[in-house]
């Protein structure tokens, strides 16, 4: 089941990845209503916040799982981020979360903090879908939902419980 899971998780990654082969190299830069923009930027300082916070347990406790497996996801969120940066003309945020992340006491308290993480980060590309009108922004934002609905929130739900 693991396999298959796997296997549809990166299926999806690249279709994702071939519908934004379009996105890379624009002639000219498209824009976005301020509400889709502002989604944009709230979604990289999201997908960056969890980095930070995943990066900080690994610090704190080794390469342990899921943190392992998860961070590297966080890094391909970021990855298919920036390129509706790029094409919408939008400058992509800094990431100053990095400084900021700490690791709680235990483990288990980090896999519970990552299960409300990811419970907060589908509800966020939630509320986004309900407004977005861009297909690749769409796009991008139902495979993220989908990668922490799907593998990230029930790896941690494992690890919390």
Known sequence: MDIVRRAGLAGSLVTVLVLLVGVAAPALAVTVDAQTRQALI???HDEYQARAFYQAVIAKFGWVRPF???VRSE????SL???LFEKYGITVPAD???AKAQAPGTLREACAIGV???QDNIALYERF???VKEPDIITVFTHLRDASANAHLPAFSRCAN
């Open 75 to 78: 890094e391909q969120h970021v």
């Open 81 to 83: 981020l920036r390129p």
């Open 129 to 131: 879908l309900a407004f």
């Open 96 to 98: 100053t979360f990095a």
């Open 42 to 44: 709230d979604a990289m």
């Open 116 to 118: 409300k993480a990811e």
């Open 68 to 70: 392992a497996n998860i």
